[in-house]
């Protein structure tokens, strides 16, 4: 033989590129390129020439666990796995026969549109001319005979039966095993409503391979049509009811563009038993994607083992029982002289869809590039192949049972590629990948998994799926932490699917999803969990994706999501997926790609249980990168996660500007919702924990978003633990516009073993340059803290920095609070404030007093500044402390604002003199509560004298701004006593559905203040606009007060009310004690020195403390966050 010329050569390997699908071809060896190019340029010849055929692709795993962080501290998370050395499959023991031994006549394509006699088919008897045995001729990778029917078109004009009882078939057993009828060249194939009956208790699928070309090299157009057909299983099927393969070939349609004509329509399958696993007959096994026969594996699907451009329109599709066998087969695949345990996978419809598309250097395929990618316009991708109007139902489980990697969906294993539109799937039992042992597996492959609809999902719309339970399982002996090839120590679990797969067009649009009873994994391998779809591969990179991203209007139901990691594995729960972006074009020339963003989306779980006490959890009730969604809604039941390193949970998701990294669209996350039971962390260590959003990015506004929590509870148990934590409702990190948000919780409490520094708030935790606007905070019952070392905790927010300013913002506590531990300092709307400012704010303490804020410090030129807010306290701080604000330095400001506290503590100071810029702070206010001698129920005072108050044991002695002795009113109004206020206000009483008491209330009804009035904060329209009604909608919307204008604030909803116009106190007569007219005053509880000191001594260490918490605090520190 005469060595080839170099040109030959390039000529060769260009026929391969060609012809090869590299989106899953992951490693090759340059001489088995080479040969398979030479044996698609002439197949024949090379068979002829006792050629050895060309060593199969060995695949390296793509995937990892997505997650790190760049706290150097930290256990650094997988990082993606770099490729391995190319690992190439042996040569077979036995080359095939040369093609056409046993062929009875050659077989031709058809070309599209050629006429052809229809061939009219009664039975099987009439199939018998037109079949014969032969090699069907697909290059290297097809090494088996098949049983093939002559191309042509064939139309059926009655039911009939085929049974492998039938003798024709007793010496074709092995070329019927995937699948009785295989073609090569075109297939018209009419059931014109009529049935093929399978009466066998173990029978074949009707077709084996459909669509092959006659010479690969040089493939003529062909079309595949199978329509109007039921077929009838009685007993079980092996591997699949319909066909091992179907595919299509695309052609350019009127407008040029590559299309396929192939279609699969109106097709009825009925297994009333199983369809059992099979062991496919690839080479080797290289991937879990089923392409062009190279999977070994013992599989089952509902449906084929591998479609492509093709499409399937109105097919039914009814199991009986199962898909995939209910044990581990017990085959081998050996490799290099390694063997391991053969590997199983079970799909409801295929194993992969795929498009085979036409290469972008030929005029379809740069036509077809101009649209989605250049245009924006997917919408021709559709007919290059598409699912349409499914039905799958499943009576009993879809299963992968297995001695090594299984694999289970519900819908396949790849259907990246294909449109699916109208997908209805019914499984009455379980999706479950089970794998029994340790694996042995000498090859690295994809990740096992167990996928309500598939791991890799392109287009789905208008879709649902059901079923009881989806279950990954693996053994205990297992221990992800312990091997370095992701493939071999990271499973899945999730709904909709991983991966987009780059299938130019993803679109989870309008959907429904029921998984009845659990998703559930238990495994030692590290864990990768979601509900939703990953979205893993979205705006990946620099600029993201250049093609049409879409994720909205879905709906998800689990009864429960239950996770448990058995060695030091990672477990991650991004309910949702990762993100949403939209990808910034890398050809500046290109339209902007429309937004992407998960939008109108509700989520409802009923419990979610996470155990993971030897290994590192992230969490993420939403996605893990929650930046740009809109208008969507959780639920969750109780909440509870159990691990030795929380690294993150965020009740609605993190906030990310990265990937692309540039924003394409304004970064707005808003209206979006959460409603949860109890949530309980346990962990020996943790970082970031949100009942919202993680941490801000400067330039990412977060509007109008909200979290209802029963009750909060973190618990951080290991004293040498290192990280930081930062605890906080809304944010741990606010550091952009935050507008509108809202947090309820009912008892808020974090314990804390640990000595370093921290940060917690129901709120805020820190705040660095933020804009914050009317936003509010509902703690209904007690807030608990407990930390071994300092920290500042606030119940709006622990501390803001850097001009951060405050407005319209509400704190509301109904019980009581306590913190405890070494220096904690504590203030009901802020623990401090350097060089920032809060403004026309508030905080409620109904059972309770504090500060408003604990420490304020500033500069000449940023001040920290109170303007316009508002403190009520029922019953003064001890040792005569001032309650607007604690301490402060020389840099601070408090003007306009307002302490409402019962009668009797008319006198609190306010602040101290000599910690506040004296000549701005001005215009302040004391109004008396519930005054016993006091026509009206609130009386306000100016609060502009200086006096000496001593505030310590020890008679130290300090000037403190307060009223007057002697101070005439200002002003007073009276607040209408209301019928439901000792039950909505009351830290006993849990949030209930209000009624008709709540929704319709007298409110103002005296005013004597000879000013406007207005009402103000977040919920000013509870108040009509005459003041004069109340209308309280639902438990939570009660942040609202009155004012005047630059004056003081007479009320906050909530404040307890004695009506004096309506219930006037009787005068005693001289016999009688005298009793009060008030309602009795819910009982705080004894008082206690939560955060605050005790003495004037004290004074000096609370500056003090404060000045260390400064000097430690690391804004750097702060600033790392792990990446997406």
Request: hydrophobic letters at 35%; proline letters at 5%.
């Amino acid at each position: 033989m005469n060595k080839p010329t170099p040109a030959f050569v390039s000529m060769i390997f260009g026929e391969f590129m060609r012809h090869v699908d590299v989106r899953h071809i992951k490693t090759y060896s340059f001489t088995a390129a080479f040969a398979l190019a030479a044996s698609l340029l002439n197949p024949i010849s090379a068979l002829a020439q006792d050629q050895a055929l060309p060593e199969s692709p060995g695949t390296v795993a793509q995937a990892q666990i997505e997650r790190a962080e760049e706290t150097p501290e930290s256990t650094q998370p997988l990082e993606e796995s770099q490729p391995a050395a190319t690992e190439t499959a042996s040569t077979p023991s036995s080359e095939p026969e040369a093609q056409g031994l046993e062929v009875g006549e050659e077989l031709a394509g058809e070309a599209v549109g050629a006429p052809a006699a229809v061939r009219e088919i009664g039975s099987f008897s009439d199939l018998i001319p037109y079949l014969s045995v032969r090699q069907l001729p697909s290059g290297p990778w097809e090494t088996h005979k098949r049983l093939v029917l002559e191309s042509g078109s064939y139309k059926l004009t009655k039911d009939f039966e085929i049974s492998l009882t039938n003798p024709y078939f007793a010496d074709k057993k092995d070329y019927i095993e995937h699948g009785i009828l295989s073609v090569v060249g075109s297939l018209s194939f009419d059931g014109n409503g009529h049935t093929i009956k399978f009466p066998d208790k173990k029978a074949r699928g009707l077709f084996g391979s459909l669509g092959h070309n006659e010479q690969p090299s040089r493939p003529e157009p062909h079309v595949t049509k199978v329509q109007n057909l039921t077929l009838d299983f009685t007993g079980d099927v092996l591997g699949f009811p319909f066909a091992e393969q179907a595919r299509g070939y695309q052609t350019p349609n009127a407008d040029g563009l590559p299309a396929t004509e192939s279609l699969l329509k109106n097709i009825t399958l009925n297994v009333a038993g199983n369809v059992d696993s099979i062991p496919s007959h690839g080479l080797v096994l290289s991937d879990n994607h089923f392409a062009n026969g190279n999977f070994y594996s013992n599989m089952a699907t509902g449906f084929s083992w591998y479609l492509a451009a093709i499409n399937c329109e109105d097919l039914d599709i009814n199991i009986g029982g199962n898909v995939g066998s209910e044990t581990a087969s017990t085959g081998q695949v050996n490799y290099n002289g390694e063997t391991a345990p053969i590997t199983a996978a079970s799909y409801g419809f295929t194993s992969h869809f795929d498009r085979n598309l036409p290469s972008s250097d030929t005029a379809p395929g740069k036509k077809l590039r101009a649209q989605y990618r250049d245009n924006n316009n997917p919408a021709p991708l559709r007919d290059t192949g598409h699912v349409q109007n499914l039905s799958l139902t499943v009576g009993g489980n879809i299963q992968a049972v297995s001695n090594n990697l299984a694999y289970a969906a519900g819908l396949s294993n790849d259907v990246a590629s294909a449109w699916v539109d109208n997908a209805k799937i019914d499984v009455g039992g379980d999706i479950a990948a089970v794998m029994n042992t340790g694996f042995k597996h000498p090859w690295r492959t994809e990740m096992p998994y167990a996928y309500g609809i598939a791991e890799n999902t392109g287009v789905l719309m208008n879709s649902s799926l059901s079923v009881n339970n989806i279950r990954f399982s693996s053994p205990e002996t297992l221990d992800g932490s312990a091997s370095p090839a992701p493939a071999n120590n990271v499973g899945k679990i999730g709904v909709v699917g991983y991966d987009d797969n780059h299938g130019y067009h993803t679109n989870i649009s309008n959907n429904t999803f029921n998984i009845k009873e659990s998703v559930t994994a238990k495994t030692g391998l590290h864990l990768i969990s979601h509900i939703g779809h990953g979205m893993r591969w979205n705006s990946s990179g620099k600029y993201g994706l250049n093609w049409v991203v879409v994720n909205k209007d879905n709906k998800y139901s689990v009864g429960k999501v239950d996770l448990t990691g058995m060695k030091g594995a990672q477990i991650v729960f991004d309910a949702l997926g990762k993100k949403t972006r939209t990808g910034e074009r890398d050809d500046a020339s290109l339209p902007k790609l429309p937004e992407a963003a998960l939008e109108n989306t509700t989520l409802n779980v009923g419990e979610l249980k996470i155990s993971n006490p030897k290994g590192s959890t992230w969490v993420n009730l939403g996605q893990s990168n929650i930046a740009g969604a809109k208008n969507n809604f959780l639920t969750y039941g109780n909440v509870t996660v159990e691990t030795n390193n929380l690294r993150e949970f965020n009740g609605l998701g993190g906030l990310k500007n990265e990937e692309p990294e540039t924003n394409v669209y304004e970064p707005i996350t808003q209206n979006n919702h959460l409603v949860t039971g109890d949530i309980t962390l346990t962990a020996n260590d943790a970082s970031y924990v949100s009942l919202m959003f993680g941490s801000q990015p400067t330039d990412h506004a977060v509007r109008n978003n909200s979290a209802r929590v029963k009750s909060f509870a973190l618990n951080v148990n290991d004293e040498n633990a290192t990280r930081q934590t930062l605890v906080g409702g809304i944010t741990p990190f606010a550091r952009g516009e935050l507008t509108g948000n809202r947090v309820y919780v009912g008892d808020f409490t974090v314990n804390s073993k640990k000595t370093n520094q921290t940060w917690i708030s129901p709120g805020i935790a820190f705040a660095t340059g933020a804009k914050i606007t009317d936003n509010s905070v509902f703690v209904d019952k007690n807030i608990s803290i407990g930390h071994a070392g300092k920290g500042i905790i606030g119940g709006f927010m622990s501390r803001a920095i850097k001009a951060t300013s405050v407005t319209g913002s509400s704190f509301q506590l109904g019980g009581v609070q306590e913190t405890s531990g070494n220096g904690l300092i504590y203030g009901a709307f802020a623990g401090q404030l350097d060089g920032s400012t809060v403004s026309n704010s508030s905080a409620l303490n109904l059972n309770d007093f504090a500060p408003f804020v604990y420490q304020s410090t500033g500069s000449t030129t940023t001040p920290s500044t109170l303007d316009g807010v508002a403190l009520y306290n029922n019953a003064a701080l001890p040792n005569s402390l001032p309650a607007l604000q604690l301490f402060g330095s020389t840099m601070s400001v408090v003007k306009n604002s307002t302490l409402l506290v019962p009668a009797e503590h008319a006198d609190s100071p306010l602040y101290f003199a000599d910690h506040v810029i004296g000549d701005q702070s001005v215009n302040n206010y004391v109004v008396a509560v519930n005054d016993k001698d006091g026509e009206l129920n609130r009386i306000a005072y100016s609060a502009a004298t200086e006096k000496t108050v001593q505030v310590g044991d020890q008679g130290t002695e300090k000037q403190v701004i307060a009223r007057a002795a002697e101070a005439e009113p200002v002003g007073s109004i009276n607040i209408a006593e209301r019928a439901f206020q000792s039950k909505y206000w009351t830290n006993d009483v849990s949030a209930y559905v209000t009624g008709a008491d709540e929704s319709d209330f007298s409110y103002m009804n005296k005013d004597s203040s000879n000013k406007t009035i207005e009402a103000f904060l977040v919920d000013k329209g509870v108040v009509s606009a005459d003041l004069k009604q109340g209308k309280l909608a639902d438990y939570y919307h009660r942040h609202a007060g009155l004012r005047v204008a630059g004056g003081p604030v007479y009320d906050l909803l909530g404040i307890p009310v004695v009506d004096k116009l309506l219930k006037p106190t009787p005068e005693p007569s001289p016999s009688d004690t005298p009793t009060s007219s008030k309602t009795p005053k819910p009982e705080p509880g004894k008082p206690k020195r939560s955060g605050l000191p005790k003495t004037g001594g004290d004074l000096v260490y609370g500056l003090g403390a404060v000045a260390l918490l400064l000097a430690t605090g690391s804004l750097a520190m702060l600033a790392r966050r792990r990446r997406g």
